[in-house]
Each structure stands twice: as C-alpha cells, then as structure tokens.
C-alpha cells in the first residue's frame, strides 16, 4: 500500500477542483505532519524538508487505492511530469509522516524545489490557516 501527504491547495477544506482526484483515488488516512518548512509560493504553498525538531508541516494523510491514475494526474498539476522542462518546480519523493497517534508512514510528498530565499515562511506550518487568514 502506498499513502498520499497533502499540505496545501489539496486539503479537503480548500475545495480545490483538483481534490477530485485525491478523492476517485484515495482514501482519507489521518491528519499527519512533515518535518519541514512551509512557504507561500503565491497562490500556494511549498515545503522543504527540514531536519530542525520544531520545523512541522500540518496536512493529510491518504492510502491511495490506484496509485498509477493518481500519480500521473498529481504529477501534472504539480508540474513535475515529463511534459513540463526542468528544473521543475515540484518534486515527488517519499518521506516520512508522522500521523496524529506518532506512528510513522511512509508517503508521496511533492517538495518545492526552488529557492526559498525571498519566500515568506508561514511559520505555523499549517496552511489551511494561513489560507484562510489571507482569505477572509
């Protein structure tokens, strides 16, 4: 079985048209978090891994039911299939999640792969706050 981590412009309370897929292939998990930093890219959010204790990433986890559909649409609107020319913006690989009871799972993160130099952090780490600060 393989798992899904979202942290941005795919949690459930966003609405994003593009949860659908997350949704047709997926099944919800548990809440999870990343050690890493998260930073507003524009209209969305980007992390970067961390290896600082107190860097965390708030987000879903998901099993994924059909991992191959999912991936291919997920890989396009993250811009990191081969359709789009490098450097990509976003990467996929898979690190460690901490689910809500500290049990550890293995998951498919997209990573921002881009300097973060002149990003402004969003230092809580939990984006549908942020969004929804910014938003209101």
């Given at each position: 079985?393989?798992?899904?981590?979202?942290?941005?412009?795919?949690?459930?309370?966003?609405?994003?048209?593009?949860?659908?897929?997350?949704?047709?292939?997926?099944?919800?998990?548990?809440?999870?978090?990343?050690?890493?930093?998260?930073?507003?890219?524009?209209?969305?959010?980007?992390?970067?891994?961390?290896?600082?204790?107190?860097?965390?990433?708030?987000?879903?986890?998901?099993?994924?039911?059909?991992?191959?559909?999912?991936?291919?649409?997920?890989?396009?609107?993250?811009?990191?299939?081969?359709?789009?020319?490098?450097?990509?913006?976003?990467?996929?690989?898979?690190?460690?999640?901490?689910?809500?009871?500290?049990?550890?799972?293995?998951?498919?993160?997209?990573?921002?792969?881009?300097?973060?130099?002149?990003?402004?952090?969003?230092?809580?780490?939990?984006?549908?706050t942020y969004y929804h600060a910014i938003n209101n």
């Amino acid at each position: 079985m393989s798992y899904l981590f979202v942290y941005g412009t795919l949690l459930r309370a966003i609405g994003h048209p593009k949860q659908s897929y997350i949704t047709q292939y997926c099944h919800f998990h548990s809440p999870g978090k990343l050690r890493g930093k998260l930073y507003d890219i524009g209209r969305y959010p980007g992390v970067v891994p961390s290896t600082h204790t107190n860097d965390w990433v708030h987000g879903e986890l998901y099993q994924i039911r059909q991992e191959k559909p999912l991936i291919q649409l997920l890989d396009e609107y993250e811009g990191c299939s081969h359709h789009f020319a490098d450097p990509h913006e976003y990467r996929r690989v898979l690190l460690p999640i901490e689910r809500s009871d500290g049990t550890i799972q293995s998951a498919w993160v997209y990573i921002y792969t881009h300097d973060t130099t002149h990003l402004k952090p969003i230092l809580t780490g939990d984006y549908l706050t942020y969004y929804h600060a910014i938003n209101n």
